[in-house]
């Protein structure tokens, strides 16, 4: 059985502040994402990454996979109170389109 | 563009009730579909997935089933709710080849009482 843990659980911090979530897997994942979720709402797709060691950046958010495709983390520079929110790191592990399994997530508090 | 559709957003429901909520999927064909099931804004269990009309695979033995009546259309039900049935829903869908993100609906709170 695959297992994704993510840390820390919670992150309480300044806006303006730098910070960074992980997420490790118990075994080779074939692709990973990164979803943001708000309270009350469904999780919304950040990235997909697909290749061992790749980066992506998305404004503020730098993802980073590592080369044994096991892990990730998200790093996220100037903290703004929009930030806060649930994030969820999801993998495959099988095939083109395997099913994903979620990661019990970071919970982001931005205080102003 | 594609648009995911779920309903009902919240459901107070006495235990021992049915249940039925409905998720449909706009602006694509043959889609993979989830359930997901998300307690206290945590991580995401699946319940259920399909990849056509009338195949269901299940992933967790519950109180709950699943249907897929048509390619956009993807059903959960129960017979008689139980008090641990209570938590957040949410359906998903993804392009049937991957690797492609999944698309969330907006989720249907479930209060069983």
């Known amino acids: 059985t695959q297992l994704l843990e993510q840390s820390p659980q919670f992150l309480s911090i300044q806006e303006g502040e730098n910070l960074t979530v992980y997420c490790n897997s118990s075994?080779?994942?074939?692709?990973l994402q990164w979803y943001r979720q708000e309270p009350g709402e469904g999780p919304v797709l950040l990235v997909t990454?697909?290749?061992?060691?790749e980066v992506k950046k998305l404004k503020r958010l730098t993802f980073q996979f590592g080369d044994a495709r096991k892990d990730s983390s998200l790093h996220i520079t100037a903290a703004q109170p929009g930030d806060t929110g649930l994030y969820l790191c999801?993998?495959?592990?099988?095939?083109?389109?395997?099913?994903?399994?979620f990661g019990k997530g970071t919970k982001l508090s931005v205080k102003p | 563009s594609q648009t995911i559709h779920q309903w009902p957003a919240t459901l107070v429901q006495p235990v021992g009730s049915p249940l039925s909520l409905e998720c449909t999927v706009e602006g694509t064909s043959n889609p993979n579909l989830y359930w997901y099931r998300q307690a206290a804004g945590r991580g995401l269990q699946l319940l259920f997935y399909?990849?056509?009309?009338?195949?269901i695979s299940s992933e967790v033995p519950q109180n709950l089933s699943a249907s897929r009546p048509q390619d956009r259309q993807f059903i959960l039900s129960s017979k008689k709710l139980l008090l641990s049935d209570s938590g957040f829903y949410l359906c998903?869908?993804?392009?049937?080849?991957?690797?492609?993100?999944?698309?969330f609906g907006s989720g249907t709170r479930l209060t069983v009482v």
């Open positions: 990454v697909v290749t061992g060691g």
């Open positions: 075994s080779v994942f074939s692709s």
């Open positions: 399909s990849v056509g009309i009338g195949q």
């Open positions: 999801a993998a495959s592990y099988g095939g083109s389109q395997g099913n994903l399994i």
């Open positions: 998903a869908w993804s392009p049937p080849w991957g690797p492609h993100g999944y698309t």
